[in-house]
Every structure is written in structure tokens, then in C-alpha cells.
């Protein structure tokens, strides 16, 4: 059974991505699958008023303008995994250091600002970023939900496993991407 939640916002973690590391091998085909149910994601978020938030590693680059990380992932070889996720011009876009979206960025101010009590992870890896990412804003007593169908894994045993923990230890609402719903100008997801 679906209830509201207070105000609601997408993150979407480390999808404006080159996929020139170590593990993109591994990565890529599962993010094939991911991006069409995030692009879905993203519409129907932006379509009813509710933030979408890209928390993104920086590449190494430590610039302060995303434009710069968007850039260099539509000049990689894998751009049809980005174009169809970009941000749009009300997007907002944190850059961060580590595998979690909160360790030392601004997030949790920003929500604070929003007044987002619930966060509706998407992206990428299941068992690295999502996992952390998922933890941090539990322990930051944020609601969490995250889009089984709309994260990619590198390893999927160990998705299962992260998935299992995330519904359990943090009590995240694990949901498919067409059960996602969001009221109309409300923020609210359902």
C-alpha cells in the first residue's frame, strides 16, 4: 500500500558519467537497462513539480560547474547512456567526493532549503554509491525509497545483498519505477 510522503525529491547518482574507469566493462550494460525507467523517472517528477537532484562524481576535475562533467560525458563513448537522463535548466547539481551523496557536499542543506523529507534514489552502483548514499539519509532521518529497475549494479549478487540491507537496516521502500507516482505540484511522491 502506497502512502504520501512529505516533500519529495529524485537523486540521480553518478549518471552524467564517462565510463572510462576500471569496472566500466561490467557497468555499462547494466546502466543500458537502468536509463530508459530514470528517463521515465525524471518526466514524470519534472512534469508534477517534484526536484530532481544529480549528485555526481567530479572525474577528478574538481570544477565547480557541471557543465564541464555533462560535457565530457556526451564527448565519451558512451553519451546514449547520458543524453537521455540530461539535467534540464531546473536541475539541481551537486558534485561530490566520495561514494555517498552527503559525505562533504552541500545535499543536506539543500533538501533542508527544499524541505524534501524523502529522497527517491536512482542511478549508479547499487552496492557502492546507492548503498551509502541510502544509509546517509537514513541516519539523516530522510525518508528513502529506491527504484530497484532505475539503479545499476556493477556485481549483481552483491546488489541483491545491498538492496536486502537498504530495506532492511535503513528501512528504504524498495519500488519499481512504474510504481513511483508523484501528486501534482506538491513534491509529494506516492
Not at 565510463?19 to 550494460?29: E, N, Q
Request: proline residues 5%; aromatic residues 6%.
Amino acid at each position: 500500500m502506497s502512502t504520501a510522503h512529505p516533500s519529495s525529491a529524485v537523486i540521480v547518482i553518478d549518471m552524467i558519467n564517462t565510463y572510462g574507469h576500471r569496472d566500466a566493462g561490467l557497468l555499462v550494460p547494466e546502466a543500458r537497462k537502468v536509463v530508459p525507467v530514470i528517463a521515465e523517472l525524471l518526466a514524470a517528477a519534472r512534469a508534477r513539480g517534484v526536484p530532481v537532484v544529480y549528485a555526481n562524481d567530479n572525474f577528478g576535475q574538481w570544477r565547480s560547474h557541471h557543465g564541464e562533467l555533462v560535457d565530457a560525458a556526451l564527448a565519451g563513448p558512451h553519451a546514449d547512456l547520458v543524453e537521455p537522463i540530461l539535467p534540464d535548466d531546473d536541475a539541481l547539481f551537486v558534485v561530490k567526493a566520495r561514494h555517498s551523496i552527503f559525505y562533504e557536499t552541500p545535499l543536506t542543506y539543500l533538501l533542508w532549503e527544499l524541505g524534501v523529507r524523502h529522497v527517491i534514489l536512482c542511478g549508479q552502483v547499487t552496492e557502492q554509491c546507492v548503498l551509502y548514499s541510502a544509509l546517509d539519509a537514513h541516519i539523516r532521518h530522510l525518508d528513502v525509497t529506491v527504484v530497484s529497475d532505475a539503479v545499476a549494479p556493477i556485481h549483481p549478487e552483491l546488489a541483491d545483498a545491498a538492496m536486502e540491507m537498504m530495506r532492511r537496516n535503513m528501512s528504504a521502500r524498495i519500488v519499481r519505477g512504474q510504481d513511483v507516482t508523484f501528486a501534482q505540484g506538491t513534491g509529494r511522491a506516492v
